[in-house]
């Protein structure tokens, strides 16, 4: 039989899970420090990221299908700089921390998939 390159059920739903949970802990943790709807530029100055990591931030906070999300997050790495980046600018800890905990069981969630992040982007 041919190799299963995009994962189980169960494994694609464990990443969706995480992918979205993922996602609110950082739309709770950006909300603390932009007012409204965040804009680039307020992400880029409140939290010192670049125009990259803030792109793909609002990208996966507009998102709504986990499928959608899944592939669009930042690395682990991206995500300790938004959270950095956040608490730097007055972001309670316990969001900071909510949001790292997310970051590494969805980083948990890919490590399972066959293929890990390649199989995400190929869905």
Known sequence: PPADTHGTPAALQSVARAAMALRVALRTL?????????RGRDLIYRLGIDKSLASRALRVLRAEDPAEVAPLLPSGEGVRLIADGAARAGAPTDARRATLD?????????AAL??????????
Not at 30 to 38: D, F, K, L, Y
Not at 114 to 123: D, E, F, Y
């Open 30 to 38: 950006i909300g603390a420090v932009t007012p409204g709807e965040p």
């Open 102 to 110: 997310a970051s590494l069981a969805f980083e948990s969630a890919v």
């Open 114 to 123: 066959p293929g890990g992040r390649t199989a995400l982007s190929g869905r």
